[in-house]
């Protein structure tokens, strides 16, 4: 084998192109040919880098901007359901608050129209005189609510405990309205 087969060879041998017998003849030449063992062997390093690249791949040139690009759309979906939280919270707000006003509001408006000659009976004056303070009593914790609910929007974060106290307010008043029917109920 001459150097200039040997070339041939190794280009092969890199593109797995070699039998064993060539390989084999190959090898030969190599042990007794400096230059071309030399060559031989900055080859296989370039072929070595090259796997080595190929396991590793370097990342694109535009890797940096897409990250960031991935960062600020996950950052703004997450920014996007919470105003989606607080929109649902706002529609809460207002539900609860019309529920008070038009609940303690009718409470107040039959306390107000009692005919004036069954108020002069005793019993029953003290019944609209109760009715009046727990509508009112009602009427002014719905309109805090109303406030808490204005100053948490201002304070998103405390929207949860808003939520809780809009809740607990709620669970009070609904006993309240019980007692009072049950009072009611009682008078007629
Ligand atoms: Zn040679």
């Known amino acids: 084998?001459?150097?200039?087969?040997?070339?041939?060879?190794?280009?092969?041998?890199?593109?797995?192109?070699?039998?064993?017998?060539?390989?084999?003849?190959?090898?030969?030449?190599?042990?007794?040919?400096?230059?071309?063992?030399?060559?031989?062997s900055n080859m296989q390093q370039i072929f070595t880098e090259i796997e080595q690249d190929t396991e590793f791949p370097e990342p694109p040139e535009d890797f940096e901007l897409q990250v960031m690009n991935r960062i600020e759309k996950e950052a703004y979906m997450y920014q996007k359901q919470k105003d989606d939280n607080v929109f649902v919270y706002n529609i809460l707000l207002?539900?609860?608050?019309?529920?008070?006003?038009?609940?303690?509001?009718?409470?107040?408006?039959?306390a107000l129209n009692k005919p004036i000659g069954l108020i002069q009976q005793t019993h029953l004056a003290f019944e609209t005189v109760k009715d009046f303070l727990s509508a009112t009593v009602s009427?002014?914790?719905?309109?805090?609510?109303?406030?808490?609910?204005?100053?948490?929007?201002?304070?998103?974060?405390?929207?949860?405990?808003?939520?809780?106290?809009?809740?607990?307010?709620?669970?009070?008043?609904?006993?309240?309205?019980?007692m009072v029917k049950a009072g009611n109920g009682g008078a007629r």
Not at 17 to 23: A, W
Not at 94 to 110: D, K, N, Q, T, Y
């Open 1 to 40: 084998m001459n150097c200039n087969e040997s070339q041939n060879y190794i280009m092969r041998y890199f593109d797995k192109d070699l039998n064993d017998i060539e390989q084999a003849k190959l090898k030969q030449h190599l042990k007794n040919c400096e230059q071309c063992s030399e060559e031989f």
């Open 94 to 110: 207002v539900a609860v608050s019309l529920i008070f006003v038009i609940v303690f509001g009718s409470i107040l408006w039959e």
């Open 139 to 178: 009427m002014i914790k719905g309109l805090t609510i109303a406030v808490v609910g204005v100053t948490a929007s201002i304070y998103k974060t405390y929207y949860y405990a808003y939520l809780i106290l809009g809740i607990l307010l709620l669970v009070t008043q609904g006993l309240f309205i019980r």
